[in-house]
Nanobody, 119 residues
């Protein structure tokens, strides 16, 4: 079982920046895809960004150009650099690992970290 721990959330003003971290209990090279999701109060969880073990990245339209997902394999950690933050970015941010094995696709979630952007 993969364990994921998010950190780096906090309170920032609109236009500010924040970097989230997701530390994994095993090598992220063995994980097919690492993802960031977020869930705002009263809304459903939405996908934010993804990075494959090959380094390919993808982003939701709402954060494209402002957020950057990256990884540090030596530290088993994935990051989400968030710039030009908006109040609508306020949410609990979750890390998710996708692993394919024996014809099954497994998903592992972190506990989440709160990001609050004030206007």
């Amino acid at each position: 079982q993969v364990q994921l721990v998010e950190s780096g959330g906090g309170l920032v003003q609109a236009g500010g920046s924040l970097r989230l971290s997701c530390a994994a209990s095993q090598s992220i090279f063995a994980i097919n895809t690492m993802n960031w999701y977020r869930q705002a109060a009263g809304k459903q969880r939405e996908w934010v960004a993804a990075i494959t073990n090959g380094g390919s990245t993808d982003y939701a339209d709402s954060v494209k150009g402002r957020f950057t997902i990256s990884r540090d394999n030596a530290k088993n950690t994935v990051y989400l650099q968030m710039n030009s933050l908006k109040p609508d970015d306020t949410a609990v941010y979750y890390c998710k690992a996708d692993i394919s094995r024996a014809s099954y696709y497994y998903h592992y979630w972190g506990q989440g970290t709160q990001v609050t952007v004030s206007s």
